[in-house]
């Protein structure tokens, strides 16, 4: 099974997407971790990628696009894949169509997240992540055991530069403009799988694996 998580920044993707992917047994590739690993090794990727995402702006496709390519032809990709943050836009949703339409597969469900903007805001001004394995939490909704530390792996946790409010305000009306409209395309290739956002993350959760087994 093949999965496109689609929603704005702070609708929840990363944190079903962890979830989902070890229950359902699914690949996770985030495009935006892969940036993130990309800058801490100090890559060209990395570095070229750091200017747009400081920006809260999408970096470009032919670099997006091949980065998320190669990284779905990875062995463990072959029995499926979640995909978080991939695609934002149309050009990038037809690449990847054509290339999984190549190898006879294709995607099976685009699971939509749906969260009101305030609440976007409110939710990545509280978040932190894991330096290490990349876990969300949020300082009151999903707060760690130990304060400042990951539950899964002991990792510090820290807020994303790109999580400060005037940042957050750009990436939404990024997403409003270039991401939403997938919102229809997939709606209208019969792909939709919609789910209220706003309600709690456990929620979300046992109503998508309800949906997709
Ligand atoms: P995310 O972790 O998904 O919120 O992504 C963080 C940043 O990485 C975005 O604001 C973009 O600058 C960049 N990025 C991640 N995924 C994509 C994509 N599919 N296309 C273009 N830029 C992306």
Redo the contacts with the bound molecule.
């Keep these: 099974m093949n999965i496109i998580l689609l929603g704005a920044?702070g609708a929840g993707k990363g944190t079903q997407a962890v979830v989902l992917s070890q229950k359902l047994s699914l690949a996770h590739i985030?495009?935006?971790?892969l940036?993130r690993q990309a800058q801490n090794s100090g890559t060209e990727l990395g570095n070229t990628?750091k200017s747009?995402?400081e920006k809260?702006?999408?970096?470009p496709d032919e670099i997006?696009v091949k980065m998320v390519l190669e990284r779905i032809s990875e062995p463990d990709c072959a029995n499926g894949f979640i995909l978080d943050?991939?695609?934002?836009n149309l050009e990038?949703a037809k690449a990847l169509e054509k290339v999984l339409n190549d190898k006879g597969q294709g995607i099976d469900k685009v699971v939509y997240i749906k969260v009101p903007e305030e609440e976007l805001v409110r939710r990545l001004a509280g978040r932190r992540i894991c330096r290490n394995c990349q876990t969300p939490y949020h300082v009151t909704d999903m707060p760690p055991k130990v304060e400042g530390k990951c539950d899964r792996c002991g990792g510090e946790l820290y807020q994303r530069p790109?999580d400060k409010e005037e940042t957050v305000r750009s990436?939404i009306k990024v997403y409003s403009e270039e991401t939403a409209p997938l919102v229809d395309y997939y709606r209208k290739a019969g792909k939709l799988l919609e789910v209220d956002g706003a309600q709690g993350a456990k929620k979300v959760t046992n109503e998508l694996v309800d949906a997709l087994t």
């Design positions: 920044p985030a495009s935006g971790d940036f990628a747009y995402m809260g702006l999408l970096v997006t943050g991939f695609p934002r990038q790109d990436r």
